[in-house]
C-alpha cells in the first residue's frame, strides 16, 4: 500500500463502520465512511479514493446496483461485503464489476489483508504499454473503453468488468494474435503480485469468454491453443 491510500466503507452498520474506521486508521490508512448510497456518491464527489470498501445489503440502492454504476464511472477497486453465504450472491458482485468479496462475519484483519492484496492487484500495470494512450480499444463486435474500464457492444450495451477481468483483457489486447501460455498471462496482469487468493488464469479467461459472449465450445475471440495457452484472434484498432 501506498502511505496513507484513502478508502471509502459503505455500510449501514454505524458499529461495523466505526470497528473498521479505527482499525484502518491504526494500520496507516485514511478512511471516510458512509451510511448509504447517496452519502457514497457525495464522498466520492468531493474527494479521491483509492478503494470502496461496499456493503451488499444497504437501504436504498443495494450494494450490487452501486457497484454497477460505479463502475460506469470510475475505475477505483471495491471490495464487496456480504452477510449471505449464497455463491450466487457473491458471482453476481464480481460480474457488477467488484474485485473481491468479503463474507460476514469477518475480521478486520482479513478485510486489511484483502485490501491490501486488492490495491497490488489494481497498481501491476503489464509492461507492455503501447496502448496505453489509446481512450477506445476496438476489436470483433466490442470496444474497450479504458478510461472507465468498460466494454461497449455495437449495439450500445455496456458491460463492467473488474479489475482482474480488465488487466487480463489489456494484456491480451496488447498482444493480438500471439499465443500466450498461463505463466505469461499470470506474469503480465499481476506482475509479482500474485498470490495464493489469486483464482487460476483459466477461471480469468472463462469468465472474459463471459463477458465478450464468447461461446466456450467454440470460441471466436480468445481461443484455447491445446498445450499452449491462449491467444486473442482478433485485430485491435486504437482510438486516441
Not at 463502475?71 to 449464497?86: E, K, N
Request: charged share 30%.
Amino acid at each position: 500500500m501506498e502511505p496513507h491510500d484513502h478508502i471509502l466503507i459503505v455500510d449501514d452498520d454505524a458499529e461495523i463502520r466505526s470497528l473498521l474506521s479505527d482499525y484502518l486508521v491504526k494500520n496507516g490508512l485514511r478512511v471516510t465512511s458512509a451510511a448509504d448510497g447517496r452519502a457514497m456518491w457525495r464522498a466520492l464527489d468531493n474527494g479521491r479514493f483509492d478503494l470502496v470498501v461496499l456493503d451488499l445489503m444497504l437501504p436504498g440502492e443495494d450494494g450490487l446496483t452501486l457497484c454497477r454504476n460505479l463502475r460506469t464511472r470510475s475505475d477505483v477497486p471495491v471490495i464487496m461485503l456480504t452477510a449471505r453465504g449464497d455463491d450466487t450472491d457473491r458471482i453476481i458482485g464480481l460480474e457488477m464489476g467488484a474485485d473481491d468479496y468479503v463474507t460476514k462475519p469477518f475480521s478486520a484483519r482479513e478485510l486489511l489483508a484483502r485490501i491490501k492484496v486488492v490495491l497490488r492487484r489494481t497498481r501491476s500495470l503489464p509492461p507492455t504499454r503501447a496502448d496505453d494512450s489509446a481512450r477506445q480499444l476496438q476489436f470483433g463486435n466490442w470496444t474497450l473503453d479504458t478510461s472507465h474500464r468498460h466494454l461497449v457492444s455495437t449495439d450500445g450495451v455496456v458491460t463492467p468488468l473488474s479489475g482482474a477481468e480488465y488487466r487480463l483483457l489489456r494484456v491480451f489486447l496488447s498482444h493480438p494474435n500471439r499465443v500466450l501460455n498461463r505463466d505469461q498471462l499470470l506474469d503480465l496482469s499481476l506482475g509479482k503480485e500474485a498470490d495464493p487468493l489469486d483464482r487460476s488464469i483459466d477461471v480469468q479467461v472463462s469468465r472474459l469468454r463471459h463477458r465478450l459472449g464468447d461461446d466456450p465450445r467454440e470460441p471466436r475471440l480468445i481461443k484455447t491453443i491445446r498445450g499452449e495457452g491462449y491467444v486473442l484472434a482478433a485485430p485491435v484498432a486504437k482510438v486516441h
